[in-house]
């Protein structure tokens, strides 16, 4: 098994619609991280979390939402989806050292 | 699909060449630098690290040198091979817990 999975790997949805992306570790570690990738423009923190009770906003916050369900759980949120979310979107985790290890991502369409 | 690649400086080198992949950091502050290479389809993944007390660190094959003066990393790749194309991304801490990446650069490895 990876050591990030990303679920759905795929997703169309539509404009409007509300949609959750989930991502679990198997590296016992306690942070997690959301980031979006658009071509171009690297790889952006939207939120990140150091402990279950621990949530924190990173640059792109607006539009999404996440909850720590348990250590090893992370999901993300968009509330109302909007096609300029439309993007590859990476969970991942990492060490004190701050390696992070990305799940495969997941390609979110929102037409 | 779309590659992450699009609008990306781009380095193409011959099989066996030694490559150099340059970045400029922001933050004269940060203290800890990594190297990730994305491939196709794939998240990106740690290659290796650096702390600002040193300026230089080898790998397998890889060797990042950081300049601290100028706030200059670069990643060097010896021989490189076909499996090296990917997406290479520089990240530094700017804060304790949170790591900036760079936007990219793209090695194309011609056989």
């Known amino acids: 098994d990876a050591d990030v999975t990303q679920t759905p790997r795929n997703r169309i949805t539509k404009t409007g619609k509300r949609i959750m992306l989930e991502c679990s570790q198997t590296?016992?570690?306690?942070?997690m991280y959301w980031y979006r990738q658009d071509p171009g423009l690297g790889l952006r923190l939207i939120y990140y979390?150091?402990?279950?009770?621990?949530?924190n906003k990173g640059e792109i916050s607006d539009g999404y939402s996440v909850s720590r369900q348990a250590q090893a759980k992370f999901s993300l949120s968009l509330e109302s989806a909007i096609p300029n979310q439309t993007a590859l979107y990476f969970c991942?985790?990492?060490?004190?050292?701050?390696?992070?290890?990305f799940g495969s991502g997941t390609r979110l369409t929102v037409v | 699909g779309e590659s992450v690649g699009l609008h990306l400086p781009t380095l193409s080198v011959q099989e066996g060449d030694n490559s150099i992949i340059n970045c400029a950091y922001s933050?004269?502050?940060?203290?800890?630098f990594i190297w990730y290479k994305q491939e196709s389809g794939k998240g990106p993944q740690f290659i290796i690290d650096?702390?600002?007390?040193?300026d230089k660190r080898q790998g397998q094959r890889v060797t990042v040198l950081l300049n601290k003066t100028v706030k200059h990393l670069s990643l060097q790749i010896a021989a490189t091979q076909p499996g090296d194309s990917a997406v290479y991304f520089c990240?530094?801490?700017?804060?304790?817990?949170?790591?900036?990446f760079g936007k990219g650069n793209q090695v194309v490895v011609i056989p």
């Open positions: 991942a985790t990492s060490d004190p050292r701050q390696v992070l290890t």
């Open positions: 590296k016992g570690h306690d942070r």
């Open positions: 979390s150091f402990d279950v009770k621990d949530i």
């Open positions: 933050n004269s502050a940060s203290d800890y």
């Open positions: 650096i702390r600002s007390n040193m």
């Open positions: 990240a530094e801490n700017i804060t304790p817990d949170r790591l900036a």
